[in-house]
């Protein structure tokens, strides 16, 4: 989310220092996944359109980062197929596509929700766990999470505007001199301050606030894995009771992901990721055979509200959030960028209102 705000900063010329505690993207941004997945389309609302009207809006903002960039992003609008293995599911996906589409079109253009009786592509996945048949999403899309940092990076070093330092740990925001306190004692002044630090924004931002019972935040642990195989990159995701089969390009296929609230070690992998590895292979037979050739775990920023966190905050305004997310960071953070931005203006936020800090401070509060 730093990375966006830090690009839309220099597209609108504003002088920014954009700092890291390590090198750029390697946090939770980091990752394997990059699935871009919309909610469902029934019992629409405020939160769902902004995520649809986001995830839409992504297309062409990796379009031009490519052009400005010359690098690839690995976007590509592939769908997902979500299978059917029992009955009753296939009721529910009915009524879901009914509901797609009277909400997934915008710009003349319709995206839908089908329900097919099998896989277009056979194998993936399996026949065996669509005894209901599944669906076949349209709207969905996937992003190489790498490749978009890269090219976010890349962009941000020839900018004019925006300065970058790596390997400086903000260790607080002292709010009587405007000053960013990092740990060894350096410190930065600032007329605004976003705060996009993943999952220790919370920490920075509870410092400023008063004695909640609650914390606004936590971390979440996901682990995650890369497999080698010959399959079309074309293909669409796959999802099925919390496991993501991503096709990339490159002959990759990520596999994910977990969420531990739980955990020893934040970093390391384990047999829960075992567990997953097996799974995706039972669910795709072209990847019984497939080499791992990476595993990966890092933290993703929960806010307590589970929603975004963005906005300034109540009692100083000059700090402003951009956090939270949790799995939909990368479809969304472009347009929560362009609100902490609008929020740094004293302008209003185009968010859903769950989606504001006071919200989430709120929440923490009773």
């Known amino acids: 989310m730093g990375l966006w705000a830090a690009v839309k900063a220099e597209q609108l010329g504003l002088e920014t220092l954009l700092v890291d505690r390590q090198m750029f993207g390697q946090g939770a941004s980091g990752g394997l996944l990059g699935a871009l997945m919309p909610h469902m389309p029934d019992k629409w609302n405020e939160k769902k359109q902004f ?65 097919l009786e099998e896989p277009a592509s056979a194998g993936w996945p399996a026949a065996s766990f669509c005894e209901a048949g599944l669906v076949h999403d349209t709207f969905a899309a996937r992003v190489s999470p790498r490749g978009l940092i890269a090219a976010l990076v890349a962009f941000l070093r020839s900018a004019r505007h925006v300065r970058l330092a790596e390997g400086l740990d903000a260790e607080r925001v002292d709010i009587a001199t405007n000053r960013v306190v990092f740990a060894g004692g350096e410190s930065t002044v600032f007329g605004r301050c976003i705060v996009a630090a993943g999952h220790r924004s919370f920490p920075l931002i509870e410092a400023l606030s008063r004695p909640m019972p609650k914390a606004i935040g936590q971390p979440v642990k996901g682990q995650a894995a890369l497999l080698k195989a010959d399959v079309d990159p074309a293909l669409p995701v796959i999802f099925l009771n919390g496991l993501y089969v991503v096709a990339h390009e490159g002959g990759h296929v990520a596999v994910g992901s977990t ?51 963005v906005g300034p905050h109540p009692d100083h305004r000059q700090v402003i959030a951009l956090t939270g997310g949790f799995k939909v960071s990368f479809g969304v953070a472009h347009r929560l960028a362009d609100a902490a931005l609008d929020a740094s203006f004293g302008r209003e936020m185009r968010i859903p209102a769950s989606f504001t800090l006071e919200n989430h401070l709120e929440v923490a509060s009773r």
């Open 51 to 115: 995520q649809f009207d986001a995830l839409l809006s992504l297309e062409d903002e990796i379009a031009s980062l490519e052009a400005a960039t010359g690098m690839a992003c690995g976007y590509r609008r592939s769908g997902r197929l979500i299978p059917l293995p029992k009955p009753h599911l296939r009721s529910i996906a009915l009524r879901h596509s009914q509901d797609a589409g009277a909400s997934w079109k915008q710009q003349g253009r319709q995206f839908h929700w089908h329900v």
């Open 259 to 309: 969420s531990e609230d739980a955990f020893a070690d934040p970093y390391s992998t384990d047999s829960q990721l075992d567990d997953l590895v097996a799974r995706a292979r039972a669910v795709v037979p072209a990847l019984e055979r497939a080499q791992v050739i990476e595993r990966w775990a890092g933290l993703r920023p929960k806010a307590i509200d589970r929603d975004p966190m």
